[in-house]
């Protein structure tokens, strides 16, 4: 079955830095999404990936696939307090373009 | 436009008592899902719909929890007994086939 791994766990980052989050999967992925989560809110949708070396950017927030689809990073370049928050990898399998396999999260703290 | 709605954010109840969830999609979104999230933990699918059709129902524990989405729009998940375990925020998505999933706020279920 699909795996997927984030690092890191948790994140504390002095605002204005940049910073980077991994998502690891241990089969080739049909498409992956980032997700972001506030305590006790629903997921928001930030970013969905296809393509082997796609990169895509939001804002601060950008995202990258790379060449052979197993790995994705999210970038925020010069972070801020509304950025903190979970943040979640989720992948789709090419069995089930809807089936969404998530990562366990990676939950950013941001210091003012 | 309005999001993914779901009824009510937060319940408690006593272990063996049945509690039911309502989802309402966002208007045109013929997929909707059921996830359940656990605390530190990435959502995972317990069902999905094409319509009113469940389309995939493999993670659904069906001794205790059953879902219905009569007309192809609202959805309800009900567990009948609950269980200590089942304590976790249950969320609903909606999206258009093989599209982005848009999620709602979520229920916080306690059982005491």
């Known amino acids: 079955s699909q795996e997927l791994e984030q690092s890191p766990q948790s994140l504390i980052v002095q605002e204005g830095k940049n910073l980077t989050i991994n998502c690891t999967s241990s089969?080739?992925?049909?498409?992956l999404y980032w997700y972001k989560q506030k305590y006790g809110e629903g997921l928001i949708f930030l970013m969905m990936l296809q393509k082997g070396g796609e990169e895509k950017s939001h804002e601060k927030i950008t995202a990258k696939l790379d060449e052979k689809k197993q790995q994705s990073s999210l970038h925020i370049t010069a972070s801020q307090p509304s950025h903190a928050g979970t943040y979640l990898c989720?992948?789709?399998?090419?069995?089930?373009?809807?089936?969404?396999?998530f990562g366990s999260g990676t939950r950013l703290s941001i210091r003012p | 436009e309005a999001g993914v709605v779901q009824s009510p954010r937060y319940k408690i109840i006593e272990k063996k008592q049945p509690v039911a969830f309502w989802c309402n999609p966002i208007?045109?979104?013929?997929?909707l899902y059921w996830y359940l999230q656990n605390l530190g933990q990435g959502p995972e699918l317990l069902i999905r719909y094409e319509n009113e059709e469940a389309v995939d129902d493999s993670q659904l524990p069906k001794d205790r929890f059953s879902a219905e989405r009569l007309k192809g729009v609202d959805s309800t998940l009900k567990i009948q007994p609950a269980e200590l375990g089942d304590s976790a925020v249950y969320l609903c998505?909606?999206?258009?086939?093989?599209?982005?999933?848009?999620f709602g706020p979520g229920t916080r279920l306690t059982v005491t």
């Open positions: 208007s045109g979104h013929n997929t």
């Open positions: 989720g992948a789709t399998p090419y069995s089930s373009a809807s089936k969404i396999i």
């Open positions: 089969k080739t992925l049909y498409g």
């Open positions: 998505a909606s999206s258009l086939k093989d599209h982005e999933q848009y």
